[in-house]
């Protein structure tokens, strides 16, 4: 069974780069057809699918996040990274990593359209 967890600061400050931390264990990110994704839920926006970095390391990012967002990885510690650089009062949400398997997702209503996601963790954007 797969597994993630988030790690990250739960506050930052405006103009800040917020940078968040998954650490998969069950299942390695270089596995084939398995895309690692980032997403954040709030309750002015909804569930807000950000981007994924695939298998070989291939990366796609939501238009309207691209100039601020690079997800990376690190293959020895199996770990996927988010960076969002300058951030806004508007990024405050609960963030989470995801995993989906042999399919893409760019837009998600609900957390169970993935098939692994973990428990999230809370980033506030305030001065």
């Known amino acids: 069974q797969v597994q993630l967890q988030e790690s990250g600061p739960g506050l930052v400050k405006p103009s800040q780069t917020l940078s968040l931390t998954c650490t998969v264990s069950?299942?390695?990110?270089?596995?084939?057809?398995?895309?690692w994704n980032w997403i954040r839920q709030s309750p002015e926006k909804g569930l807000e699918w950000i981007g994924y970095?695939?298998?070989?390391?291939?990366?796609w990012y939501r238009p309207s996040l691209e100039s601020r967002v690079a997800i990376s990885r690190d293959t020895s510690k199996n770990q996927i990274t988010l960076q969002l650089l300058s951030v806004a009062p508007e990024d405050t949400a609960v963030y989470y990593c995801a995993l989906t398997k042999g399919r893409l997702v760019i837009s998600a209503h609900r957390l169970d359209e993935f098939d692994s996601w973990g428990q999230g963790t809370r980033v506030t954007v305030t001065s």
């Open positions: 069950g299942a390695s990110i270089t596995a084939s057809e398995y895309y």
């Open positions: 970095i695939d298998y070989n390391g291939h990366t």
